[in-house]
């Protein structure tokens, strides 16, 4: 049996600082992974636990200051929407305005002629209407939402219009949302309205307020009426805030509401079930519109009391124990 001598063997191997060998072909070296900076010499590691600590926490404030800003923004533009949209409740058939709140109105209203019951597209400019029936065209066909944004020919600039098929009363209608481009910046330069903004859930307790509600029921806080009964808030006869939330699920929209305020929450205990339309209750007249708010992740009711709608003293607590 004879054995072969093994190719290159005895010979020495030379490497190059670059790992090649000049005599040769190629030869890699294995590469080590790079172990990780040691602490320098002399540090505590107490004060090194401290320091990453520090950090962390800094980031978790950080990050939290940053999250409750933007709840605190979305909560001002929910209101703002409330406020200042135009909503109008049309006939999936004939396309004519069955209700619209005071904003729409002011929108598109002719002083010539009314709203109510009259078709919307005489109210658009004729090189827009195309849009607009595109719009609502492919809404009432595709049974689902749809958006478009109009130059209209006003002093609000550009609006973005959002139909939605609903049922109303019953027969096949459309929400019709007309909104001020968040990218105008004169439509976020204006001042938001005295009007009272309440949004409450679809049983009718508080979710959101704005300042000018606050100073309406003498409230100190948004927590003084959050979680709190619409009723129970803004008082007046008991049996029209039953009807008025029933009213609102079935039609989705109302323009004009006339109603009667109770005395205001001011510092009346929370939870009180005191009655608001006993003795000594002073009412005071207003007049509301309201819509059903699809954005959130359940439904919500907007609800807008138009100025000027008087102030009333806030009830001592004393009346309410």
């Keep these: 049996m004879s054995y072969q001598p093994l190719e ?24 080590q992974a790079e172990p990780s900076p040691a602490p320098p010499l002399g540090a505590n590691p107490r004060s090194v636990h401290a320091i990453e600590g520090h950090y962390i926490n800094t980031q978790q404030g ?17 209101l ?7 909503v109008l409740l049309l006939d999936a058939q004939t396309l004519c305005v069955l209700d619209a709140n005071p904003a729409a109105i002011a929108l598109f209203a002719d002083p010539r002629q009314a709203l109510i019951g009259e078709p919307l597209r005489p109210c658009i400019a004729e090189a827009l209407r195309p849009a607009l029936d595109d719009l609502l065209h492919g809404a009432v066909a595709n049974g689902q939402a749809a958006e478009v944004r109009l130059a209209l020919t006003t002093a609000h600039g550009a609006i ?13 209608c459309l929400v019709l949302r007309c909104r001020r481009s968040s990218a105008d910046p004169a439509a976020l330069a204006k001042p938001a309205p005295d009007d009272a903004v309440v949004i409450t859930d679809t049983l009718g307790r508080v979710l959101e307020v704005n300042a ?26 008991a049996a029209q805030w039953p009807a008025l939330l029933k009213r609102l699920a079935e039609r989705r929209v109302i323009g004009r509401f006339e109603l009667r305020l109770g005395n205001t929450v001011g510092t009346a205990r929370a939870g009180s079930t005191a ?14 519109s309201a819509a059903v708010l699809s954005e959130a992740d359940s439904e919500q009711f907007g609800f807008a009391l138009h100025s ?5 003293p806030a009830l001592p607590a004393a009346q309410h124990a």
């Design 8 to 31: 290159g063997a005895g010979e020495r191997l030379h490497l190059s600082p670059t790992g090649r060998n000049p005599t040769g072909p190629e030869r890699r070296l294995p590469q």
């Design 62 to 78: 950080l990050e939290r200051g940053y999250w409750l800003r933007r709840q605190t923004q979305s909560r001002a533009r929910l």
């Design 212 to 237: 000018a509600l606050l100073a309406l029921c003498s409230a100190a806080d948004a927590a003084a009426v959050q979680g709190r009964p619409i009723a129970e808030v803004l008082g007046g006869p």
């Design 308 to 312: 000027p709608v008087p102030a009333g």
């Design 80 to 86: 703002a929407h409330v406020a200042h949209d135009a």
């Design 160 to 172: 973005e219009l959002s139909a939605s098929p609903a049922w109303a009363d019953r027969q096949r």
């Design 275 to 288: 009655s608001t339309d006993g003795p000594g209750v002073t009412e005071r007249p207003a007049l509301l």
